[in-house]
């Protein structure tokens, strides 16, 4: 049987740009990203403490020590600068290997840096 578990997770960065106009996504500082374990393109749900807002999207590579968190496209609705979101992935595996494996969280502090 396989079950979908927490792979990873940024808890608590703070969006610090929404670009309405650009293709769709979630732009992550590719420290966050590799701290995470997370790649670009990788499915992730968003979760807005301010506003509860939960999306479902996927990552684009932000650049590296910018503290980047920008909501693309349509998710440019759900959010806005300042707002505190929680980042998670899931991973799809066998229910044994889930009772072991444990997941990658990161606690961003001022300006998403790690």
Known sequence: ???????????RAVITEANLNYVG???IDEDLMEAANMIENEK????????????ETYIIKGKRGSGVICLNGPAAR?????DVVV???YA???FEE?????????????????
């Open 1 to 11: 049987m396989q079950i979908e578990i927490l792979k990873s997770k940024i808890h």
């Open 98 to 114: 889930a009772k072991t494996f444990k997941p990658t969280v990161v606690f961003p502090k001022e300006g998403n840096r790690l």
């Open 25 to 27: 996504s979630l732009t």
């Open 44 to 55: 992730i749900q968003v979760v807005n403490a301010n506003n509860g807002e939960r999306i």
């Open 92 to 94: 799809s595996m066998d």
């Open 87 to 89: 980042i998670i992935s």
């Open 78 to 82: 759900r959010g806005a600068v300042g």
